[in-house]
């Protein structure tokens, strides 16, 4: 476990992003999450779980920074996600939360242009079309959620879960995004120092399950990839 290579693989994820409206929410007040609001009887505290601390915009490549390289996560969605979007009503219907106050294309895109700039290189990787589709993974790979002139969604999921470079004519590509966002000019901070004081033998593993829980938590394909 120590030199264990782990891939995330987020398909429609979403819902919730790092340093967002939402997850400030959940960690305050849902019964069931690990911040304040899950301060109740149904929490075994005897039980280990992986963090789960998305207050602040940094913390999946702050999380990436603490395994040298290890730890990979790769994420495809559409920009219109109709599940997405829908959930937003939702939301609003089963708790106190407002989703109509959720900008989802602006937090979508601070969120991936902070992840890219602030992770280490080759850990993070995403493919985003101008579809409406979900659980592409799920749904064959459907053309809608293809971007016209570059490598297509499949072959950029399969190629990295392999290890592989997504695009072998452009072999330090990272993101394919259906519409250009500069990574220098966005604004965003990183943070400098790493927290590593979670590091242990089968941290990697449990970084990366960390990565991809909200995923989990809001129903969205994902895959954990371990190589040893």
């Not at 470079?165 to 993101?175: I, K, V």
């Not at 259906?178 to 004081?197: F, M, P, R, W």
């Amino acid at each position: 476990w120590p030199s264990a290579e782990v891939t995330a693989f987020v398909d429609s994820g979403f819902h919730m992003m790092p340093g967002g409206e939402f997850f400030n929410f959940f960690w305050d007040n849902v019964a069931w999450s690990p911040g304040p609001g899950g301060d109740n009887a149904g929490r075994y505290d005897s039980v280990v779980l992986p963090t789960f601390d998305w207050r602040h915009q940094n913390a999946i490549s702050s999380q990436l920074h603490a395994y040298d390289g290890r730890v990979k996560v790769v994420y495809i969605g559409c920009s219109e996600d109709y599940i997405v979007f829908g959930d937003r009503a939702t939301m609003s219907k089963y708790s106190a939360f407002d989703g109509s106050s959720i900008h989802q294309l602006p937090e979508m895109w601070t969120f991936l242009t902070n992840l890219h700039k602030c992770a280490p290189a080759g850990s993070a990787f995403s493919y985003i079309a101008s579809c409406s589709k979900h659980h592409m993974s799920r749904e064959g790979w459907p053309e809608e959620a293809d971007i016209e002139g570059v490598i297509t969604m499949q072959s950029f999921t399969e190629r990295v879960l392999k290890g592989l470079p997504p695009d072998a004519a452009d072999p330090n590509r990272t993101h394919f995004w259906y519409e250009h966002k500069s990574l220098e000019n966005d604004g965003t901070v990183c943070e400098a120092d790493q927290d590593t004081t979670e590091v242990e033998a089968s941290s990697a593993y449990r970084a990366a399950v960390s990565i991809t829980l909200a995923a989990v938590v809001m129903i969205a394909t994902q895959i954990i990839v371990v190589h040893i």
